[in-house]
């Protein structure tokens, strides 16, 4: 069965920076697209980043251009979100998805992780 | 301030009927198929409909979804108390920043 798996959360301070990572199985992990949404206390789901299935395309949110990077590798059925530059507003659950279409990044998501959790406080 | 509008909350009897709007503009609801996702407090959000209006394996027929325009909607019949969650709807926006944007959730009470 489809599953994603969130892991490298934690408590960091403002400025320092965390890797998360999610690893997917029960698909063919490199032909579909994988995004990044995460989730405030108390608050609705914001999107973070989206790469493409070959790597080669990727978003980001305004809020974490410059700072957030994501990258996958397709050897290892791993994207990664690498958080640079943390502040306390990005303190959040975050979750990755996959798309329900393969090969296409305006897809829906069909199937999340269960998230890991982010606290950026000092 | 989300992009795509939801109102804050709904209320309902068991066995009746909701309706969950979501509107949006031209360049994404307009352009771009919706889904709306169930959560329940301390869990992942869960697909619901996909497509605008396709259901996953597993999802009851009493959940439906409808596309017009620039607005979507989630109904919701025969109401149950295990139903009371928060929904949201979500799509792609074409515009010049691509990105997937969401509503600002509604929550569901079952009186």
């Known amino acids: 069965q489809v599953q994603l798996v969130e892991s490298g959360g934690g408590v960091v301070q403002p400025g320092r920076s965390l890797r998360l990572s999610c690893v997917g199985s029960?698909?063919?992990?490199?032909?579909?697209?994988i995004h990044w949404v995460r989730q405030a206390p108390g608050k609705g789901l914001e999107w973070v980043a989206l790469i493409s299935y070959d790597g080669e395309r990727k978003y980001y949110a305004a809020s974490v251009k410059g700072r957030f990077t994501i990258s996958r590798d397709n050897s290892e059925n791993t994207v990664f979100l690498q958080m640079n530059s943390l502040r306390p507003d990005d303190t959040a659950v975050y979750y990755c998805?996959?798309?329900?279409?393969?090969?296409?990044?305006?897809?829906?998501?069909?199937?999340w992780g269960l998230g890991t959790r982010v606290t950026v406080s000092s | 301030q989300s992009v795509l509008t939801q109102p804050p909350s709904v209320s309902a009897a068991p066995g009746q009927k909701v309706t969950i709007s979501c509107s949006g503009s031209?360049?994404?609801?307009?352009?771009?198929?919706v889904s709306w996702y169930q959560q329940f407090p301390g869990m992942a959000p869960k697909l619901l409909i996909y497509d605008n209006d396709k259901r996953p394996s597993g999802i009851p027929d009493r959940f439906s979804g409808s596309e017009s325009g620039t607005s979507a909607t989630l109904d919701i019949t025969g109401l149950q108390t295990g139903d009371e969650a928060d929904y949201y709807c979500g799509t792609w926006d074409s515009s010049l920043s691509d990105a997937r944007v969401f509503g600002g959730g509604t929550r569901l009470t079952v009186l």
């Open positions: 998805a996959k798309v329900t279409t393969r090969f296409d990044f305006t897809g829906d998501l069909d199937y």
């Open positions: 029960g698909f063919t992990f490199s032909d579909y697209e």
């Open positions: 031209s360049s994404n609801i307009g352009k771009n198929s």
